[in-house]
Antibody
């Protein structure tokens, strides 16, 4: 059974870079699927950030594309998110998730990592 | 960009009743439904508009066609009171609706 776990710093200062890693267990990233990041600001809805394949090919939400990079490390069975030049509007719970094969929906999720942006 | 609207914003119902949630898209696209409880990650319920995800009880069903989709929960159980989001995929972009809260009366 696939499990996903986010990790990263608990606080990021404005104008700095947010970095998170998702560690996948119970399933090899190299076996297929796209792997994605979704965020949820406090009390608000869900926003897809982007997704990456095990080859490193990634695609992003156009609204965040200029600030986002998603990368993959198959040797560690991890994928990562970097978001540059953060502001308070980037404060959110960040989830990593697996896209279904042939079914563009997220079928497995991490528990989420709460990231406040504050000085 | 495809925009999703969900209705109603809130449903107040009692256990044992049925719930019908609606999701409308600005164009026809691949649609999924998720359930989210406070402090938890979303859980996939329905994909491809009408296929139940693994382990989802058959009281959850998805339907509709074109730009209008529905999620029906028959015989609400206490654990079904939660937030529900629809999600579409089109033009290499995932978008989520604003959500419907199913509240216990």
């Amino acid at each position: 059974q696939v499990q996903l776990q986010e990790s990263g710093p608990g606080l990021v200062q404005p104008s700095e870079t947010l970095s998170l890693t998702c560690t996948v267990s119970g399933y090899s990233i190299s076996s297929g699927h796209y792997w994605g990041w979704i965020r949820q600001p406090p009390g608000k809805g869900l926003e897809w950030i982007g997704s990456v394949y095990h080859s490193g090919s990634a695609y992003y939400n156009p609204s965040l594309k200029s600030r986002v990079t998603i990368s993959v490390d198959t040797s560690r069975n991890q994928f990562s998110l970097t978001l540059e030049s953060v502001t308070a509007a980037d404060t959110a719970v960040y989830y990593c998730a697996r896209e279904g094969v042939g079914a563009p929906a997220f079928d497995s999720w991490g528990q989420g990592s709460r990231v406040p942006v504050s000085s | 960009e495809i925009v999703l609207t969900q209705s109603p914003d809130t449903l107040s119902l009692s256990p044992g009743e049925s719930a019908t949630l609606s999701c409308r898209a600005t164009q026809s696209s691949y649609l999924a439904w998720y359930q989210q409880k406070p402090g938890q990650a979303p859980r996939l319920l329905i994909f491809g508009a009408s296929s139940r995800a693994t382990g989802i009880p058959d009281r959850f069903s998805g339907g509709g066609s074109g730009t209008d989709s529905t999620l029906t929960i028959s015989r609400l159980e206490p654990e079904d009171f939660a937030m529900y989001y629809c999600q579409q995929y089109g033009d290499s972009l995932f978008t989520f609706g604003p959500g419907t809260k199913v509240h216990m009366k």
